[in-house]
Nanobody, 125 residues
Framework: VQLQASGGGLVQPGGSLRLSCTAL????MSWFRQAPGKQREGVAA????????YYEDYVKGRFTISRDNAKDTVYLQMDKLKPEDTATYYC???????????????????????WGKGTQVTVSS
């Protein structure tokens, strides 16, 4: 299974981007990011079953994760972007995670079932 992520680009501070990725039925979907010289970190995750979501503090209130199961797509709407959001963004899937606690644990782990290729997001004036 190959997850396809897209939607990255160059945007000015305060701007918006929407990332898209293949969503797998029965899997919780998530977004991670990795900036140059830094460790990969979790961004947001959404339940395999419903609209339960989890966000890391540094994106809470600015980013929104959603999924459209009819289109097999998960989205990451990124608003009020900051230069520190610059990174390569990856989507990932993990089987059958439904609770917020489970999604939080997912964000702390690198043991995903599937990873997508990254898409570059650059926030700069």
């Amino acid at each position: 299974v190959q997850l396809q992520a897209s939607g990255g680009g160059l945007v000015q501070p305060g701007g918006s981007l929407r990332l898209s990725c293949t969503a797998l039925g029965g899997y919780a979907m998530s977004w991670f990011r990795q900036a140059p010289g830094k460790q990969r970190e979790g961004v947001a995750a959404i339940s395999s079953k419903d609209d339960t979501t989890y966000y890391e503090d540094y994106v809470k209130g600015r980013f929104t994760i959603s999924r459209d199961n009819a289109k097999d797509t998960v989205y990451l709407q990124m608003d009020k972007l900051k230069p520190e959001d610059t990174a390569t963004y990856y989507c990932a899937a993990l089987w059958d995670i439904t609770s917020e606690q489970g999604l939080r644990a997912m964000m702390r782990s690198s043991a995903m079932d599937y990873w997508g290729k990254g898409t570059q997001v650059t926030v700069s004036s």
